[in-house]
């Protein structure tokens, strides 16, 4: 066989092979699989002119073949598919009916996850391994696909099955990204949400908020936002799995001094500069956006919350959070050298440097303070205590 991707195009490789991966024979799909798994991995014109061969649809059946290693290698070819966000490239997919494979491999997926430890013939490794490699298919059609909700709910419980086979030990923290991505997007539909089942799962997202990892970290919080915005069982969920203490672990990362410090400090580049502080202030108001949502809970969570200590944490931030003058004309100046060389939206968010999450902030200690004069007192204490 050609060793080199244009000379397999130019060959009659495809055409010759193509007739037995329709016949679904087990001997060849794996290789077959694998050379197209290879081929699409080119720019989009090279994998339309494969496509159009025919090889999407048993490439589609080959998701739930009996054979482990074809699952994974159609599982790699689909995903490289998918990734590309090319109307024509979806519309195969679509046709070949992705969607309803897609179901079914999920369904047998959650189901073996479930039970299939308990089976003495299992092979955790194996399945690991398969299980990484389809949910990594999985999050390139979430990307370019319009899934219906049945089939959402099953990439969620898959999503959420990938996450605590890996929150400990993320071989792949990019892949650990996507899932934790995807599932806070599947279950900002309330329907969704309501659905399914974070009951075992939410103590492993948790811990995920201390990952040394910016978008694991938050993505979690994202996730950790959505459950507490939901209804009061959810936002106990969140509180009983010990959630407010990896929550404190976190905020106790944070500067004990001026927050402002960062840029003081940091050896880095002005753009690197600007991007530990931005990346700081979205973690802070994901942190308060969860606060505030547990805290608009029952007066019991609102309790919980407040007697965790962390209130008193938002609250010394917030003190401890003032610009020096010097600083100041620092950003400004810096400003101006940024939109320069990066002229884009984000840009003009620098006028409100490090202070967009104050508002959420507020909110939570409005929270606290609406319902329960003794807290009213208590934030006044620890407001002038400095």
């Given at each position: ?85 090319d109307p024509y490239l979806i519309a195969q997919l679509s046709q070949a009916g992705i969607e309803d494979q897609l ?169 690197a500069k600007f991007k530990a502080h931005e990346d700081m202030d979205e973690i802070l108001g994901r942190v308060c ?98």
């Amino acid at each position: 066989m050609p060793q080199k991707a244009p000379e397999i195009y130019a060959s009659s490789y495809l055409l010759k092979n193509t007739p037995f991966l329709r016949k679904m024979l087990s001997i060849l799909d794996e290789d077959i699989s694998w050379t197209l798994t290879n081929l699409f991995s080119g720019n989009v014109d090279e994998i339309k002119s494969i496509v159009k061969l025919g090889v999407v649809p048993p490439l589609v059946k080959l998701l739930t073949s009996h054979n482990c290693k074809v699952r994974k290698q159609s599982a790699w070819a689909i995903a490289n598919i998918a990734h590309e966000d090319d109307p024509y490239l979806i519309a195969q997919l679509s046709q070949a009916g992705i969607e309803d494979q897609l179901l079914k491999l999920l369904c047998i997926q959650n189901s073996i996850s479930q039970t299939g430890e308990d089976d003495e013939d299992f092979d955790i490794d194996q399945f690991k391994d398969e299980f990484s490699i389809q949910t990594y298919m999985l999050t390139r059609v979430l990307t370019n696909m319009d899934l219906n909700q049945k089939t959402q709910i099953a990439s969620a419980e898959f999503l959420i099955t990938y996450i605590m086979y890996y929150y400990q030990q993320a071989d792949d923290v990019e892949l650990l990204g996507f899932a934790l991505d995807k599932l806070n997007f599947l279950i900002g539909n309330d329907q969704i949400l309501k659905q399914v089942d974070f009951r075992d799962s939410v103590k492993c997202i948790a811990k995920l908020i201390n990952f040394n990892d910016y978008r694991i970290s938050k993505y979690s919080l994202c996730i950790l936002e959505s459950l507490a915005g939901g209804s009061d069982k959810h936002t106990q969920l969140v509180i009983d799995s010990g959630a407010l203490a990896d929550i404190q672990s976190l905020l106790q990362q944070i500067p004990n001094q001026n927050y402002s410090i960062t840029l003081k400090s940091t050896s880095q580049g002005v753009n690197a500069k600007f991007k530990a502080h931005e990346d700081m202030d979205e973690i802070l108001g994901r942190v308060c956006f969860v606060l505030s949502n547990i805290t608009a809970g029952t007066p019991a969570q609102t309790q919980q919350c407040f007697d965790s200590g962390l209130v008193q944490m938002i609250i010394e931030i917030l003190t401890e959070t003032r610009l020096e003058e010097d600083e100041i004309r620092f950003i400004e100046k810096e400003k101006i050298k940024l939109a320069k060389l990066n002229r884009r939206k984000r840009d003009q968010r620098w006028n409100q440097f490090c202070f967009d999450w104050v508002k959420d902030a507020f909110y939570v200690i409005a929270n606290c303070t609406s319902d329960s004069s003794n807290n009213s007192v208590k934030v006044e204490i620890l407001k002038f205590s400095k």
